[in-house]
């Protein structure tokens, strides 16, 4: 089904993806005539309420391979990550105090590694290869005595790069440490399964894949081992004392519509997004010189293309593609016009990382929109080009 906007065509689905239709049909008697408070079982109005969010837990667990008891609704990935990384610290602090992460996470975890910081936590931040990837080998020589969390993402928001989750979670489970994998960016996108990739924790949020904003969730590992937080929001003990707080109804009722639409649909998906990437990422070194594609070839998101343009500024070439909505990296460092610090980590050059373009595509891509990207970014960067100084191409290691 194809869907146009007013506002040109969409390709910044790794930011936020628009609300599926089936999504939002689920979720509309929930604003009106079903508009119980869930916690409010004492009558039909808050039961009907808990019936329709315990549905969407399931519906949700479902799609990452868990059991619903093992959910807690969050307000979305962010504050998933924080309730994973400070619950545990705050947790198991007695046993350790040492968390292993990556330079490349969402800020998510790399600001809140920094504020367990300010509290005594010692924190690891493995640097990435070339391609954005954390290797088991590093993990695993990163774990001390003292190490009672690793947090490495599943697909790396701006490049599209996954990591070996699986391989690392063995590397945690045989050192005896809690794992927890942010997977905001492949949750809807690939299979993702607690169980086989051997992570206690895994973040997601509702609008990374068709679903409304504002609700997101925490896979919490129940049993070997049973995963202990300690809750950051107090106040009522909802969601088995984990989150307190009143559970956002229509909102947890589209996040497992929307869950149970990818699902369903995620395989075809991702044959026909990859299809219409190679499309673009063929169409784009094919008609620009000095262009570097960022992040692994294969081990990747099918969805996202992220590109350097050299001797150009990556703000400056979205600007001039107008209609076309793509961005420079995530949508939550957008404020800065530092050059990315996942580029950064991977050792790509400052004037590379100045001129990277992130291209995230989704449901409602078309062929026809892909041609008119491609076109609109050439005549971008060539008009950019000639009002500079062409110098020669730098490699990544200078």
């Not at 602090?93 to 910081?117: N, P, Q």
Request: aromatic residues 4%.
């Amino acid at each position: 089904m194809d869907r146009k906007y007013p506002n040109g065509i969409y390709m910044d689905y790794n930011s936020t993806t628009p609300v599926d239709p089936g999504v939002a049909e689920a979720m509309r008697p929930y604003f009106g005539e079903v508009f119980g408070n869930p916690a409010s079982k004492a009558h039909a109005f808050g039961r009907k309420a808990a019936e329709a969010v315990e549905n969407a837990r399931e519906q949700t667990a479902a799609l990452i391979g868990a059991s619903a008891g093992e959910m807690v609704f969050t307000s979305g990935a962010t504050e998933s990550c924080n309730l994973a990384i400070k619950g545990v610290f705050e947790a198991y602090r007695r046993r350790g105090d040492h968390i292993v992460t990556s330079a490349a996470e969402h800020r998510a975890v790399i600001d809140t590694c920094g504020r367990l910081e300010e509290r005594g936590a010692k924190v690891t931040r493995l640097l990435p290869d070339q391609y954005g990837r954390i290797s088991p080998e590093q993990v695993a020589e990163a774990i001390t005595d003292s190490t009672i969390l690793v947090s490495v993402m599943l697909a790396n928001n701006e490049v599209g790069t996954l990591n070996p989750i699986d391989q690392i979670g063995r590397v945690c489970k045989e050192r005896k440490v809690l794992m927890h994998c942010d997977a905001t960016q492949a949750v809807g996108k690939i299979p993702v399964d607690v169980e086989r990739m051997g992570v206690d924790l895994l973040s997601l949020s509702a609008h990374k894949f068709y679903g409304p904003k504002g609700i997101g969730a925490l896979y919490v590992r129940g049993r070997r081992p049973r995963v202990r937080l300690e809750p950051q929001i107090d106040g009522g003990g909802h969601e088995r004392g984990m989150r307190s707080g009143t559970v956002n109804v229509p909102g947890a009722v589209g996040m497992g519509a929307a869950a149970e639409i990818c699902a369903a649909e995620m395989a075809e998906e991702a044959g026909r997004v990859g299809g219409l990437r190679q499309q673009l990422r063929d169409g784009l070194v094919g008609q620009i010189q000095d262009v570097r594609i960022n992040g692994h070839e294969t081990e990747r998101l099918p969805n996202t293309l992220n590109v350097s343009f050299a001797h150009v500024e990556g703000h400056a070439v979205v600007l001039r593609m107008k209609d076309v909505a793509v961005s420079t990296g995530s949508a939550c460092g957008s404020e800065t016009q530092d050059p990315s610090h996942v580029l950064r980590a991977m050792g790509v050059s400052d004037d590379l990382a100045n001129g990277s373009v992130r291209f995230s595509l989704g449901r409602w891509t078309t062929p026809d929109e892909v041609d008119a990207a491609i076109a609109r970014c050439v005549t971008a960067v060539t008009e950019l080009r000639k009002l500079s100084i062409v110098r020669p191409l730098r490699s990544a290691k200078e």
